[in-house]
Protein backbone atom coordinates (compact mmCIF):
# COMPACT_ATOMS: atom_id res chain seq x y z
CA UNK A 1 0.00 0.00 0.00
CA UNK A 2 1.33 3.62 -0.97
CA UNK A 3 0.93 5.11 2.84
CA UNK A 4 0.99 3.37 6.29
CA UNK A 5 -2.15 2.36 8.19
CA UNK A 6 -1.25 4.00 11.01
CA UNK A 7 -1.32 7.46 9.07
CA UNK A 8 -4.36 9.61 8.85
CA UNK A 9 -7.25 8.10 10.30
CA UNK A 10 -9.83 9.43 8.15
CA UNK A 11 -8.47 7.05 5.42
CA UNK A 12 -9.56 4.52 7.75
CA UNK A 13 -13.44 4.18 5.99
CA UNK A 14 -14.97 1.77 7.96
CA UNK A 15 -14.72 1.15 11.86
CA UNK A 16 -16.33 -2.16 13.53
CA UNK A 17 -17.71 -2.56 16.76
CA UNK A 18 -15.08 -5.06 19.80
CA UNK A 19 -14.74 -8.76 18.92
CA UNK A 20 -15.75 -10.65 22.23
CA UNK A 21 -13.42 -12.35 24.71
CA UNK A 22 -11.50 -11.20 27.38
CA UNK A 23 -11.76 -7.63 28.16
CA UNK A 24 -15.33 -7.10 29.95
CA UNK A 25 -16.70 -3.79 29.09
CA UNK A 26 -20.97 -2.42 28.28
CA UNK A 27 -20.00 -2.49 24.56
CA UNK A 28 -22.57 0.27 22.74
CA UNK A 29 -21.85 -1.90 18.86
CA UNK A 30 -21.90 0.93 16.93
CA UNK A 31 -21.40 0.53 13.20
CA UNK A 32 -20.03 3.88 10.63
CA UNK A 33 -20.19 4.61 7.05
CA UNK A 34 -19.72 7.09 4.38
CA UNK A 35 -23.66 7.76 5.25
CA UNK A 36 -24.00 8.14 8.97
CA UNK A 37 -24.21 5.20 12.00
CA UNK A 38 -26.61 2.82 13.56
CA UNK A 39 -26.41 0.80 16.59
CA UNK A 40 -27.57 -1.92 18.60
CA UNK A 41 -26.85 -1.86 22.35
CA UNK A 42 -25.14 -5.36 24.15
CA UNK A 43 -23.11 -6.40 26.44
CA UNK A 44 -19.77 -8.07 25.75
CA UNK A 45 -16.38 -8.89 25.95
CA UNK A 46 -14.20 -7.09 24.01
CA UNK A 47 -10.31 -7.48 22.31
CA UNK A 48 -10.33 -6.24 19.46
CA UNK A 49 -11.80 -3.77 17.31
CA UNK A 50 -11.57 -4.52 13.55
CA UNK A 51 -11.43 -2.00 10.57
CA UNK A 52 -10.46 -2.04 6.74
CA UNK A 53 -8.21 0.12 5.33
CA UNK A 54 -9.88 2.65 2.12
CA UNK A 55 -6.82 2.50 -0.42
CA UNK A 56 -7.66 5.13 -3.93
CA UNK A 57 -11.11 4.05 -5.49
CA UNK A 58 -11.72 0.36 -4.50
CA UNK A 59 -8.88 -1.01 -2.68
CA UNK A 60 -9.06 -2.97 0.69
CA UNK A 61 -6.85 -3.85 3.46
CA UNK A 62 -8.43 -5.24 6.50
CA UNK A 63 -6.51 -4.23 9.50
CA UNK A 64 -7.04 -4.60 13.53
CA UNK A 65 -6.95 -2.42 16.65
CA UNK A 66 -5.76 -4.40 20.16
CA UNK A 67 -7.30 -3.15 23.73
CA UNK A 68 -6.29 -1.67 25.12
CA UNK A 69 -4.03 -0.40 21.64
CA UNK A 70 -0.09 -0.95 21.29
CA UNK A 71 2.10 1.31 20.22
CA UNK A 72 1.25 0.43 16.60
CA UNK A 73 -2.33 0.88 16.97
CA UNK A 74 -3.67 -0.26 13.36
CA UNK A 75 -2.40 -3.67 12.32
CA UNK A 76 -2.66 -4.50 9.24
CA UNK A 77 -3.67 -8.46 8.29
CA UNK A 78 -4.19 -10.56 5.22
CA UNK A 79 -3.63 -9.34 1.78
CA UNK A 80 -4.94 -6.10 0.16
CA UNK A 81 -8.62 -6.70 -1.63
CA UNK A 82 -7.85 -5.00 -5.08
CA UNK A 83 -11.20 -3.97 -6.92
CA UNK A 84 -13.19 -5.47 -4.14
CA UNK A 85 -14.08 -2.15 -2.26
CA UNK A 86 -15.16 -3.31 1.23
CA UNK A 87 -17.15 -0.57 2.60
CA UNK A 88 -18.79 -2.16 5.86
CA UNK A 89 -18.02 -4.75 8.94
CA UNK A 90 -19.68 -6.66 11.49
CA UNK A 91 -19.13 -9.15 13.99
CA UNK A 92 -22.06 -12.06 14.35
CA UNK A 93 -22.34 -12.19 18.11
CA UNK A 94 -23.33 -16.03 18.24
CA UNK A 95 -20.25 -17.03 16.32
CA UNK A 96 -17.82 -13.93 16.86
CA UNK A 97 -17.43 -14.39 12.92
CA UNK A 98 -16.35 -11.54 11.00
CA UNK A 99 -18.25 -10.23 8.23
CA UNK A 100 -18.15 -7.64 5.55
CA UNK A 101 -19.78 -5.71 2.67
CA UNK A 102 -19.46 -4.67 -0.76
CA UNK A 103 -20.02 -0.89 -2.05
CA UNK A 104 -20.54 -0.50 -6.20
CA UNK A 105 -16.92 0.52 -7.51
CA UNK A 106 -16.18 -3.48 -7.59
CA UNK A 107 -16.99 -6.39 -10.06
CA UNK A 108 -19.27 -7.73 -7.13
CA UNK A 109 -21.22 -5.03 -5.48
CA UNK A 110 -23.02 -5.69 -3.02
CA UNK A 111 -21.85 -8.69 -2.11
CA UNK A 112 -21.63 -10.36 1.34
CA UNK A 113 -18.47 -12.03 2.54
CA UNK A 114 -16.78 -13.63 5.70
CA UNK A 115 -12.93 -12.75 6.59
CA UNK A 116 -11.17 -15.59 8.33
CA UNK A 117 -9.66 -13.67 11.26
CA UNK A 118 -6.76 -15.40 11.49
CA UNK A 119 -5.39 -14.52 8.35
CA UNK A 120 -7.51 -12.18 6.55
CA UNK A 121 -8.77 -14.97 3.99
CA UNK A 122 -12.18 -13.64 1.80
CA UNK A 123 -14.87 -15.92 1.41
CA UNK A 124 -17.97 -14.17 -0.53
CA UNK A 125 -20.85 -15.74 0.60
CA UNK A 126 -24.15 -13.73 -1.17
CA UNK A 127 -24.97 -11.50 -3.83
CA UNK A 128 -27.76 -9.03 -1.50
CA UNK A 129 -30.46 -7.93 -2.92
CA UNK A 130 -34.21 -6.73 -1.30
CA UNK A 131 -37.88 -7.16 -1.72
CA UNK A 132 -40.62 -4.57 -1.23
CA UNK A 133 -44.08 -5.48 0.38
CA UNK A 134 -46.10 -5.80 -2.98
CA UNK A 135 -42.71 -8.29 -4.10
CA UNK A 136 -40.86 -5.57 -6.10
CA UNK A 137 -36.64 -6.87 -5.88
CA UNK A 138 -34.09 -4.25 -6.49
CA UNK A 139 -30.46 -5.22 -6.25
CA UNK A 140 -28.46 -4.10 -3.90
CA UNK A 141 -25.32 -2.12 -4.71
CA UNK A 142 -23.74 0.21 -2.56
CA UNK A 143 -24.03 -1.09 0.91
CA UNK A 144 -22.33 1.92 3.25
CA UNK A 145 -23.07 -0.04 6.58
CA UNK A 146 -24.14 -4.02 8.42
CA UNK A 147 -24.95 -4.90 11.71
CA UNK A 148 -26.27 -7.76 13.57
CA UNK A 149 -29.04 -7.92 15.73
CA UNK A 150 -27.59 -9.05 19.45
CA UNK A 151 -30.90 -11.18 19.96
CA UNK A 152 -32.27 -12.16 16.44
CA UNK A 153 -29.06 -12.66 14.47
CA UNK A 154 -30.67 -11.15 11.72
CA UNK A 155 -28.59 -8.82 9.20
CA UNK A 156 -29.38 -4.96 9.08
CA UNK A 157 -27.71 -3.05 6.45
CA UNK A 158 -28.22 0.63 4.35
CA UNK A 159 -27.31 0.56 0.75
CA UNK A 160 -26.80 3.70 -0.38
CA UNK A 161 -29.96 5.08 -2.78
CA UNK A 162 -32.11 2.01 -1.30
CA UNK A 163 -32.44 2.27 1.93
CA UNK A 164 -32.27 0.06 5.39
CA UNK A 165 -33.10 -3.70 4.15
CA UNK A 166 -33.12 -6.69 6.72
CA UNK A 167 -32.14 -9.92 5.98
CA UNK A 168 -33.32 -12.98 8.35
CA UNK A 169 -30.65 -15.07 9.93
CA UNK A 170 -32.46 -17.99 8.52
CA UNK A 171 -31.60 -17.09 4.61
CA UNK A 172 -28.04 -15.81 5.41
CA UNK A 173 -25.60 -18.28 3.86
CA UNK A 174 -22.45 -19.61 6.19
CA UNK A 175 -19.78 -21.00 3.33
CA UNK A 176 -18.78 -19.88 -0.05
CA UNK A 177 -15.92 -19.47 -2.39
CA UNK A 178 -12.43 -17.78 -1.69
CA UNK A 179 -11.80 -14.37 -2.94
CA UNK A 180 -8.68 -13.36 -4.94
CA UNK A 181 -7.04 -10.13 -5.50
CA UNK A 182 -8.22 -8.42 -7.36
CA UNK A 183 -11.77 -9.21 -7.07
CA UNK A 184 -13.34 -10.80 -10.60
CA UNK A 185 -17.11 -11.17 -11.56
CA UNK A 186 -16.48 -14.91 -11.06
CA UNK A 187 -16.98 -16.97 -9.08
CA UNK A 188 -20.83 -16.99 -8.96
CA UNK A 189 -22.64 -16.91 -5.57
CA UNK A 190 -25.93 -17.20 -4.80
CA UNK A 191 -28.37 -14.45 -4.30
CA UNK A 192 -30.01 -13.96 -0.97
CA UNK A 193 -33.56 -11.60 -1.37
CA UNK A 194 -34.40 -9.85 2.31
CA UNK A 195 -36.88 -6.85 3.10
CA UNK A 196 -36.79 -3.34 3.06
CA UNK A 197 -37.30 -1.70 6.53
CA UNK A 198 -36.94 1.89 5.24
CA UNK A 199 -36.31 2.43 1.56
CA UNK A 200 -35.23 5.78 0.39
CA UNK A 201 -37.05 8.62 -1.08
CA UNK A 202 -36.89 11.50 -2.80
CA UNK A 203 -36.53 14.80 -0.85
CA UNK A 204 -39.70 16.27 -2.50
CA UNK A 205 -41.34 13.01 -1.61
CA UNK A 206 -40.63 13.88 1.81
CA UNK A 207 -43.20 16.03 3.56
Given at each position: ?128 DAQTADGKITELKEIDTISFHPKTGDLWGWAQSEGL ?43
Amino acid sequence: MSEPLGAPASRLKTYLMPSKKRWPAAAHWVIAGSLGAFSFGSSVQAATIYCVHDEGLNDSQFCYIPVPPAASAVIPFGPSYQNCDIEALDIQHETDGLYAASGDDTPRPGHLYRVDKDNGDLFDLADLDAQTADGKITELKEIDTISFHPKTGDLWGWAQSEGLFTIPKALLPTQGPQIDSPCQKKPSVPTVVGDWAIPTQDPEEVE
